[in-house]
T-cell receptor, first 112, second 113 residues
Framework: SQQGEEDPQALSIQEGENATMNCSYK?????LQWYRQNSGRGLVHLIL?????REKHSGRLRVTLDTSKKSSSLLITASRAADTASYFC????????????FGGGTRLMVKP | DTEVTQTPKHLVMGMTNKKSLKCEQH?????MYWYKQKAKKPPELMFV???????INESVPSRFSPECPNSSLLNLHLHALQPEDSALYLC????????????FGPGTRLTVT
């Protein structure tokens, strides 16, 4: 079952623009993770943010976490065509046996 | 070496065949996972091995049988599959089962005819 719901389901932007994806979840979490998946390939881990953290950065990626609203966002700045992929949030929750539970994903297309 | 490898990349099998998927990691990770992913859907957890012991089995049909011969290897044995089992099968590993990021292999694209 899905713990996280992502919004939007699909996003199309021009190269150079910023892309923002949102993730909402239902139960308390230990951490929330973001993954990228290029078409038909394995997932690549992007960022892990723990429940006591509010913001993390990695290169052009910025992740925020609001545990009071049970939501997270992933911002990709200055997007590139190579950023075209599906992006998934995944929650690690004690109530789910510490299994990663993935959201439905956001399909991002960056047009050159 | 931060790579998880999976073989084969593609597999086509009939409903009466027996085949196996293989996964390998050499990162010293103690947890390994099998996921099933249908097109345009998120990965769904099938099995979790922690310290070479099956710790989670997400009510997967018995036609899927996991095996962890050692801490670096994970197999998924397939028998009498159905066409609806066609999917991308992903293997992943993590340092430990709790609160660590997972490293995914490229997947095996399985088609059941």
């Amino acid at each position: 079952s899905q713990q996280g719901e992502e919004d939007p389901q699909a996003l199309s932007i021009q190269e150079g623009e910023n892309a923002t994806m949102n993730c909402s979840y239902k139960t308390s979490i230990n951490n929330l993770q973001w993954y990228r998946q290029n078409s038909g390939r394995g997932l690549v881990h992007l960022i892990l943010i723990r429940s006591n953290e509010r913001e993390k950065h990695s290169g052009r990626l910025r992740v925020t976490l609001d545990t009071s609203k049970k939501s997270s966002s992933l911002l990709i700045t200055a997007s590139r065509a190579a950023d075209t992929a599906s992006y998934f949030c995944a929650t690690d929750s004690s109530s789910a046996g510490n299994m990663l539970t993935f959201g439905g994903g956001t399909r991002l297309m960056v047009k050159p | 070496d931060t790579e998880v490898t999976q073989t084969p990349k593609h597999l086509v099998m009939g409903m009466t065949n027996k085949k196996s998927l293989k996964c390998e990691q050499h990162m010293g990770h103690r947890a390994m996972y099998w996921y099933k992913q249908k097109a345009k859907k998120p990965p769904e957890l099938m099995f979790v091995y922690s310290y070479e012991k099956l710790s989670i089995n997400e009510s997967v049909p018995s036609r899927f049988s996991p095996e962890c011969p050692n801490s670096s290897l994970l197999n998924l044995h397939l028998h009498a599959l159905q066409p609806e089992d066609s999917a991308l099968y992903l293997c992943a590993s993590s340092f430990d089962r709790v609160s660590y990021e997972q490293y995914f292999g490229p997947g095996t694209r399985l088609t059941v005819t």
